[in-house]
């Protein structure tokens, strides 16, 4: 796994969702396939065949959360007031539509298209990790490239 950028919050969110997945999480599933034994043949029973999906899924989540709690960097934002970082608010100007857009820059842990918050592990926050105020970037997407421009930190 590739190591990946956390802010503080980003951290304590899958902490708190291994914290989940280790003691609540695993409680229910140990009971639903206790429920699902006490109906007797296993081999033919969707309950306990649910069940030790759900318990697959949740060893796996659980593996991966580890795993990136293990390799991960936590940073901390810049004080600099000019730079755009992570935890950041910006208005970003998208030069190819002549657009403005309120922007967060957050880990890919926080990430949330919808409300504009994205993962500095994106093209777009690559891009505009640590760019200055007034300064432009060129973004490198799937999709093909297009030019942004910080205009002010928020």
Known sequence: MSNVILSESGKKKLEDELEYLKTVKRAEIKEALKLARAQGDLSENADYSAAKDDQSMNETRIQEIEDILKTSTVVESSVNEDIFDLNKKA?????????????????????????????????????????????????????GSYEVQLLKIL
């Not at 100007?93 to 922007?103: A, G, P």
Request: charged share 35%; net charge negative.
């Open 91 to 143: 208005l970003v100007k998208f030069c190819d539509v002549d657009e403005d857009e309120e922007i967060t820059l957050v880990s890919s842990v926080e990430a949330d298209v919808k409300n504009m918050k994205i993962s500095i592990d994106s093209p777009l926050g690559r891009a505009l990790y640590k760019l200055e105020v007034s300064k432009k970037a060129l973004v490198e997407s799937p999709d």
